[in-house]
């Protein structure tokens, strides 16, 4: 089910009026919602005060982190190396006591992904302000910094690569990036569910929570577990759109409300 983000309330209040005292298992999306969205990927480093709020909360519930960037990466934005963590867009799961989570989807695309990496940073070299990020289950080419008159170049460039390489890739929008990925069934949706399985967070007395603020959550607002009887939170951020469509079931206003959200959250 689809609802526009501006009619949606906030989570607490969907946990009020829903009188639920389960046990939340928390799903943290990183770019948006644990760090506010900035000009330069590498610049979004997680601050003090968020760091001791998600700390805290490991504390008392379960959390795991479902980011679109790689495992090691926002693990060190994070400066937290004691979460579970699925990166990659939930292709690369690790747990910091038992290690990689495999999972249907864990391998098999690494030389795809090396040679897709290789032809987008050659080819974005001739469009001045991208940013090529590669990744272990994908590649990101970013577009924030290239004037928009040449945002019509990047999107051709997007489509060449998919059209050199027939039924393999699949691309994500997102903020001022085009995702280029496998053509896999694996999302951050399969990753929520599997790791509700591996870490044996299924029963009656879980609610599995979602927050997340981009196109590829969406996938996981629409996991089972989460769209039917769990809690899907979008995050708007400052420059998105009220009457954005979303399968989240509330909404939080940016990531200082996502701080007071997780703090008051299992306390
Ligand atoms: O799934 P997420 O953890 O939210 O990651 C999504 C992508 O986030 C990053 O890019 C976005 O955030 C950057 C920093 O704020 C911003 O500069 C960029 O324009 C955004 O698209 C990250 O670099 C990507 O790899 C992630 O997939």
């Known amino acids: 089910m689809s609802s526009r983000a501006s009619e949606l309330p906030e989570p607490s209040t969907v946990i009020a009026e829903r009188g639920d005292g389960r046990k939340p298992a928390v799903f943290l999306d990183y770019d948006g919602v644990l760090s506010p969205i900035v000009d330069r ?55 910091p ?79 001022f990036v085009h995702e280029i990925q496998p053509k896999i069934d694996w999302n951050k949706g399969k990753a929520v569910e599997h790791l509700l399985d591996v870490l044996d967070l299924r029963g009656v007395d879980v609610l599995p929570i979602y927050v997340g603020d981009d196109v590829t959550d969406e996938d996981a607002f629409n996991a089972p577990s989460i769209a039917d009887g769990g809690l899907g939170v979008l995050v708007i951020g400052p420059t998105d759109a009220d009457e954005r469509e979303t399968a989240a079931a509330a909404v939080l206003a940016d990531v200082d409300a996502v701080g007071a959200f997780l703090d008051g959250l299992a306390r």
């Open 97 to 175: 006591e038992t290690g990689v989570i495999t999972h249907d989807a864990s391998t098999g695309f690494e030389d795809l992904v090396e040679r897709v990496t290789a032809e987008v940073s050659e080819q974005a070299a001739g469009i001045e302000g991208t940013l090529v990020e590669p990744k272990h289950a994908s590649v990101a080419l970013h577009y924030r910094g290239v004037d928009a008159a040449r945002h019509a170049e990047v999107q051709e460039l997007v489509d060449g690569v998919l059209d050199a390489h027939p039924g393999e890739l699949r691309v994500t929008p997102g903020k």
């Open 41 to 95: 990927p590498s610049d979004a480093v997680m601050t003090d005060e968020m760091r001791r709020i998600v700390s805290d909360l490991a504390g008392r519930a379960s959390v795991c982190v479902v980011s679109g960037r790689d495992r090691q990466v926002v693990t060190e934005l994070m400066g937290l190396d004691d979460l579970v963590v699925a990166g990659s867009h939930g292709f690369d799961i690790h747990h």
